[in-house]
């Protein structure tokens, strides 16, 4: 059976204020329990707590040893490209080569004005940034095109390039992934919409003359029962809200219940062409939900 591979989002600081957890012991406690990798987003100015992205997946690094660490998602456009590459290669290097990167453009325009980038650059600066990044990695000497009279950067040192994993689901995401991505990364969508993706980003990558990129979906769960554990309606009332999108079409994404029900929902992903499921998670204990998320990993496995 082709294999299925799941990663879970990091705690984020009030979580772990309530749990009594960090991000050390966190990292540690996803690779004991066998998932395949932690993942951190990255976000300047949301409004509420949240350690930055970099920072806290090297913190992630230093406490692992085999699992995959990832973003998701970095976005390379709200920094000075040079920077970005920086911290990427960075990462690579005290990793020993576990980064996954996922990256994206979004963040809201508050956040890009705290960055002081324009909004509305967001996406030729991310096209620019992915087809530089290889160069900017390999420490060879690139012209930044915001700076024309300036020297070119070289970088050192050079660390290799990680797999790119391109956020969203939308055409312009679909697109972007199949022309500069490893991987197709969208969030909180069907098996059906995993499938139709699928068929487009095959086609696009056929035309740019490249393999069609790997499939990894973001999701959102409470596994288990028990008092204090929101349902699969509450979880969806949450995600309906913050992304405005109709509730009846939410309500069947969230991972709930029993780690079989749970496999048997994310097999379904598989089934439509996704290998990486990447795991936020919406309630219960942190540590409780990562085992019972390794169990559901386990009954794919069978």
């Known amino acids: 059976m082709e294999s299925f591979k799941i990663g879970v989002i990091l705690p984020g600081v009030n979580v ?69 590459a920086k911290q990427i290669a960075t990462l690579q290097y005290v990793s020993g080569g576990r980064l996954v990167l996922g990256v994206g453009s979004g963040g809201g325009p508050g956040q890009w004005a705290a960055a002081g980038v324009p909004y509305g650059s967001r996406g ?79 086609e696009l990558a056929a035309q740019h003359g490249r393999p069609t990129p790997v499939i990894a979906i973001g999701g959102a769960g409470a596994l288990g029962t028990g008092p204090g554990l929101p349902s699969r309606e509450e979880i969806a009332s949450g995600i309906s809200a913050a992304y405005g999108r109709p509730l009846e079409e939410v309500v069947p994404i969230p991972l709930t219940g029993h780690p079989k029900e749970a496999a048997e929902q994310l097999a379904a992903y598989r089934e439509a062409g996704a290998s990486h499921a990447i795991i936020g998670i919406s309630g219960g204990d942190w540590r409780t939900q990562v085992d019972l998320l390794a169990e559901a990993r386990s009954h794919l496995r069978l």
């Not at 970095?74 to 920077?83: E, H, K, N, S």
Request: aromatic share 4%.
């Open 124 to 202: 030729r600066r991310t096209d620019t940034a992915l087809e530089l990044l290889p160069r900017l990695l390999a420490g060879e000497e690139v012209r930044l095109p915001d700076e024309p009279g300036e020297p070119p950067v070289r970088l050192a040192p050079a660390a290799a390039m990680p797999p790119v994993w391109v956020g969203n689901a939308s055409a312009v995401a679909i697109r972007r992934a199949a022309r500069l991505g490893d991987g197709w990364f969208p969030s909180l969508i069907s098996p059906a919409k995993v499938a139709e993706g699928r068929a487009r980003l095959a």
């Open 16 to 84: 772990m204020r309530r749990d009594g957890i960090d991000l050390r012991t966190a990292a540690r406690h996803a690779e004991n329990a066998g998932l395949d990798g932690v993942w951190h987003g990255d976000h300047l100015a949301i409004g509420g707590p949240a350690l930055d992205g970099p920072i806290a997946l090297a913190t992630a690094a230093a406490a692992t040893a085999e699992i995959s660490v990832g973003t998701s998602v970095f976005i390379p456009a709200i920094r000075p490209l040079a920077w970005a």
